[in-house]
């Protein structure tokens, strides 16, 4: 075992002296907003393995920087384990897969460093005793998930969390230093290589279980977003092909209903197939968001198939048939069928 490693990783850990405070930033931004990707649920499901993890409270008088190095130790013994995903694998079975990961602990800043985007500097949460600026915590987190990719990039490994955590990261890059930058260009040319190693561009939905398909359907589709965005933003190329891909709309459930037995998840799919796809009950869950980024960002790429083309030719013809597959795609027999 590496001790540089062990050393480094200690130092990531006794960040974790401040969960109270991540939490509080975290939830401060659900209650502006909660996301489509992984949403509330999961995202505090993965604040309590971190607590679980770390184990000290604020008022412990154990020597944090001894207990930081022994976790660390133990965490790159369980890391090096296989991170298997079969087709009748429980939720909780999932959950505790997701203990004593590097990639769990990247994704968990992460998704810190990006809340801070919705909140303002004035905010109380960072008046409080042992906090940092908005500013400061978001670089912090930046850094520290890159640690995190650094020790699952040296052991080889790569599995869906690893691929939460590009995402999230990739995003996080153009809150810290901007869209034009070129680190989340970079991060995203990453995103999109684990996407296709794992297979989330084709449909794979019947070799796992429902709630990991659902979440492999939000993760491709936030990928494709995100491609489209600093596509568009740049003027360059996207990563990630419509043509090559077979990228399955999101189901329009919550997480919770994910996580239902087989024939309730079953008659709530069979609801929402006799209503296009859609839950009609009035509220628009992470579901309904996912999808409709999904469309846009096919009309995007098309839109930039013309805009970066230098085909000019019968171009009257091109944009035709972008402006007809906007039309189909509104109608309601289009996306019933999605």
């Known amino acids: 075992m590496d001790s540089k490693r062990v050393y480094l990783g200690a130092q990531v850990l006794n960040l974790l002296g401040n ?14 907003w909660e996301g489509w990707c992984l949403g509330r649920p999961l995202t505090m499901m993965i604040f309590d393995i971190m607590e679980e993890i770390w184990g000290l409270s604020q008022n412990d008088t154990v020597d944090q920087n001894i207990h930081a190095l022994k976790l660390s130790k ?20 999932f959950k505790h897969a997701l203990s004593g990961r590097w990639e769990t602990v990247g994704l968990m800043f992460c998704i810190t460093g990006l809340s801070t985007e919705w909140l303002s500097e004035d905010d109380p949460i960072f008046q409080q005793h042992g906090s940092t600026d ?41 809150t810290v230093y901007g869209d034009s930058d070129s680190r989340p260009w970079r991060k995203l040319g990453e995103l999109t290589t684990t996407v296709f190693a794992l297979g989330l561009h084709q449909d794979t939905s019947y070799q796992l279980p429902l709630y990991l398909a659902e979440l492999r359907k939000r993760i491709m589709v936030a990928t494709f977003t995100i491609d489209k965005i600093l596509a568009t933003f740049l003027g360059r190329p996207p990563l990630v ?27 709530k799919i069979l609801y929402l197939e006799e209503n296009g796809g859609w839950n009609d009950e009035g ?12 469309f846009k960002s096919i009309l995007r790429e098309k839109v930039l198939e013309l805009s970066l083309s ?6 009257n013809r091109k944009v035709e048939w972008v402006l007809f597959f906007l039309s189909l795609s509104l109608s309601s027999d289009f996306l019933s069928t999605r």
């Not at 790159?76 to 909780?92: D, E, V």
């Not at 509220?283 to 999904?294: F, P, Q, V």
């Not at 230098?310 to 171009?315: A, K, N, T």
Request: contains cysteine; negative net charge.
């Open 19 to 32: 969960l109270p405070f991540y939490r509080d930033v975290v939830s401060a931004r659900f209650k502006l």
């Open 74 to 93: 133990e965490m790159f013994h369980t890391h090096a384990r296989p991170f298997k995903t079969p087709a009748n694998m429980p939720w909780s079975d």
């Open 134 to 174: 908005p500013r400061s915590l978001a670089t912090t987190a930046s850094a520290v998930s890159d640690i995190c990719l650094q020790f699952c990039d040296g052991a080889g490994i790569i599995n869906d969390i690893v691929c939460w955590l590009l995402m999230h990261q990739t995003t996080l890059l153009t």
């Open 241 to 267: 092909s419509w043509r090559y891909c077979d990228i399955q709309f999101p189901l329009d459930l919550s997480f919770e209903e994910m996580l239902l037995d087989p024939s309730s998840v079953q008659e």
């Open 283 to 294: 509220t628009i869950r992470k579901g309904a968001w996912a999808r409709i980024s999904l």
């Open 310 to 315: 230098y085909r000019v030719e019968d171009i």
